[in-house]
DNA sequence: CGGGGTCTTGAGGTGTTTCAACGTCGGTGG
DNA sequence: CCACCGACGTTGAAACACCTCAAGACCCCG
């Protein structure tokens, strides 16, 4: 049995709000083009009126912002099950770019879709809200995280998080998750040059925190990166602590 | 005739979605509380759970974010007319703690009279849900301000977003409203110490784009000041550009 | 007329950037 | 199969933005 390109996103969903059947099948149901898109190709540009919505179904993407004299700087990173401009049903107007991060696969579901399972169920209508509600809280916990940490601590919380909404923070001490992502653009999330952020990943993995290295994340020790990045995913809105779920594999 | 309190948000709301009168007047009917809150003082502590958001009838509030270590950072400032945590009435828990800046009014609009009103008018639902996502849009233009801007265009965008928000950006080059925050404050709002905050501040009057003092910001020149930080509304959503919206005095 | 909070200024220290060079790796074509 | 190439990663040294610490001035309120 071939699951549903669109089960990811109501899990993603169902973390957050409690859907009855119908509700999640409205959602299993919904309606889309798939498209590849390769790493480093922008499939939402700035300033455009979209009339679909992306669900990341593969890969990664991030949310762009830039400046006038070109500077840019990611806003959000997005992974499997996210739909990143679910915003976009009630501001279609793109006030920044999505990208591809690694090679990924993207479903657009049409603002029409969206709008009409919100319509006909209140509760998948307030899980949407929900959701960017969860959204706007991450960002602020990225506004935290620039401001106040440095490099180090900085980087180490930004990969607890992943670690975190990737669903592999388990009982188990070891975790590991893809993340194929040159330095470059790692340093566009966390607001530092590609040279700092090679140093900063050579200090963590001396510190034996984490391993950034071959697109790939490995956190030897959950409890000791957590507490070094001071990480606390109650921002992430998924429920009960994630320490009490059963593992995910990612690979 | 003594307008509502709940004008100015209703003012708000209709700068992003269209209402007509029904629902109008169900905005401006709305129950709730109100109360003075003391400057420095919080009215939402963090991990709290609330059956309430609050308006901002009068005053500046900001929400905070917080590290173990102690280190606080402002995540946004909000305004009379906004609701200050809408996110409240999909995610009650606090994630973050709200305070007053200023001596600030505030309405304590029970969740259960907003649920009721969005259930009953589809549009409000719809309403409330684009005010999030302003706020999360707001917020990513904080993570770019934060990560790509140095002190000065960086003070320079917050109070170029602080004027467009309060809606004084008008035909007159002389712009001016109210600021009565600290610079010890203000540095937590941009991630720089108060020292570094008094600087800036310093320069910027110096190279007369702007003067915050006196518990005000006078900016003489818009255009001037608003090619400086680079500074483009978009981001607000408040619909056409606020050029072209007539002066509102702000006193 | 104090006094506490806020603003102001100086001097030295630190984290990060900049610039520049070199190393490594995976793919491609001869 | 190896030479080449471009993208990415690594390292060093100097410059810079901002921080820290510290002292003094201002200013409103009691």
């Known amino acids: 049995v071939n699951p549903s390109p669109l089960q990811p996103f109501l899990d993603r969903l169902m973390k957050r709000s409690a859907l009855n059947e119908a509700q999640q099948d409205?959602?299993?149901t919904l309606p889309g083009r798939i498209e590849q898109v390769d790493a480093n190709r922008d499939f939402?540009?700035?300033g455009e009126r979209t009339?679909?919505?992306?669900l990341i179904i593969a890969g990664i993407a991030a949310k762009f912002g830039q400046t006038f004299d070109g500077r840019r700087q990611i806003t959000a990173i997005h992974l499997r099950g996210d739909m990143a401009d679910l915003h976009s049903v009630v501001a279609p107007k793109a006030t920044s770019a999505l990208q591809a991060l690694s090679a990924a696969t993207?479903?657009?579901?049409p603002h029409t879709?969206?709008?009409d399972v919100a319509a006909r169920h209140q509760a998948l209508a307030e899980a949407f809200w929900r959701?960017?509600?969860a959204d706007a809280s991450i960002a602020s916990e990225w506004i935290l995280n620039l401001a106040v940490r440095q490099a180090q601590t900085r980087t180490a919380h930004l990969f607890c998080e992943l670690a975190a909404r990737y669903g592999v923070v388990g009982n188990g001490r070891s975790i590991s998750f893809p993340f194929p992502v040159t330095q470059e653009r790692l340093g566009e999330a966390l607001g530092l040059t590609s040279v700092h952020v090679n140093r900063t990943v050579k200090a963590l993995r001396d510190a034996e925190i984490m391993d950034v290295r071959h697109r790939r994340v490995d956190i030897p020790y959950w409890e000791h990166a957590r507490r070094y990045a001071t990480f606390n995913p109650d921002y992430l809105q998924l429920g009960p602590s994630p320490e009490k779920k059963p593992l995910t594999i990612v690979t």
Do not use: K, T
């Open 44 to 46: 939402v540009r700035l």
């Open 26 to 28: 409205a959602i299993l």
């Open 131 to 133: 959701d960017c509600v």
């Open 106 to 109: 993207v479903m657009y579901v």
């Open 51 to 54: 009339e679909h919505a992306c």
């Open 113 to 115: 879709a969206l709008r």
